[in-house]
């Protein structure tokens, strides 16, 4: 028997409206959480360089905890583990977000602490020697400069976190993944569907590669 397959680009054509449902969600959950885990990350961060080890070592916990699960066990435990502990449920959207942001703020955490300390000890000096405060020295001289540093990595995490929330569809979050699996189980053209998934996560991922590599050219420009 030859088995022979044929690409039906109509089945894939037609599944595009019903997928674009789910790119909201997955821009939501991605974006939602990167932004309450670039706040994480800038707090844990710098935490995790101060001299007092009762700041310090909670914050290497979080970061250590964290990177070292994977993601969808951290957002199974949210979703069907905390409620068993606050007593009701959470919702699935919550879920994700929350998921997104603790995990990203664990690696936005060391993308900080490292851009921080790549920053030469004689600026710190410089400052303290214009009269600075040690505060005022480190927002108006050593963060501006770590910061552009650290605009690379935090544009690989941002991607790397839209690509996770693909993961969320087994707590039934209607993202991207999620609407090509119901609308697989209605029409049986797996191959295509998901051949259509992949090129909308490429297209994010893409769009915002070239943004970043935007502001990169940018925030060097400005050094």
């Known amino acids: 028997m030859e088995f022979q397959f044929q690409f039906d680009w109509q089945a894939a054509i037609d599944s ?10 997955t821009l939501l959950i991605s974006f939602g959480g990167l932004l309450i ?17 009762f700041l310090k070592w909670p914050a290497t916990a979080y970061i250590e905890i964290f990177r070292g699960t994977p993601i969808l066990v951290q957002v199974l435990f949210i979703f069907y583990g905390l409620p068993d502990l606050i ?3 959470i919702d699935p959207l919550t879920a994700g977000i ?5 995990n990203s703020g664990a690696y936005i955490s060391e993308v900080v602490r490292g851009g921080v300390q790549s920053i030469a000890k004689g600026q710190t000096e410089a400052g303290l020697s214009l009269g600075l405060s040690r505060t005022q020295t ?11 540093r650290m605009i690379p990595p935090l544009g690989n995490q941002a991607i790397v976190s839209i ?15 999620r609407q090509g699996q119901i609308y697989i ?6 191959f295509e569907v998901y051949f259509v998934v992949a090129l909308l996560y490429l297209a994010i991922t893409l769009s915002l590669s070239l943004v970043l590599r935007y502001v990169e050219r940018r ?5």
């Open 16 to 25: 595009i409206p019903f997928l674009l449902e789910g790119i909201p969600y």
């Open 37 to 53: 885990g670039f706040a994480l990350g800038i707090f844990f961060g710098l935490l995790s360089i101060n001299k007092r080890w």
């Open 87 to 89: 007593g009701g449920p």
């Open 98 to 102: 929350a998921a997104i942001a603790l």
């Open 138 to 148: 480190f927002w108006s001289i050593i963060w501006p400069q770590a910061f552009r």
């Open 163 to 177: 690509k996770d929330t693909s993961l969320f569809s087994v707590i039934g979050v209607g993202e991207l993944v």
């Open 185 to 190: 189980a209605n029409t049986f053209t797996a």
């Open 219 to 223: 925030g060097l420009v400005s050094v």
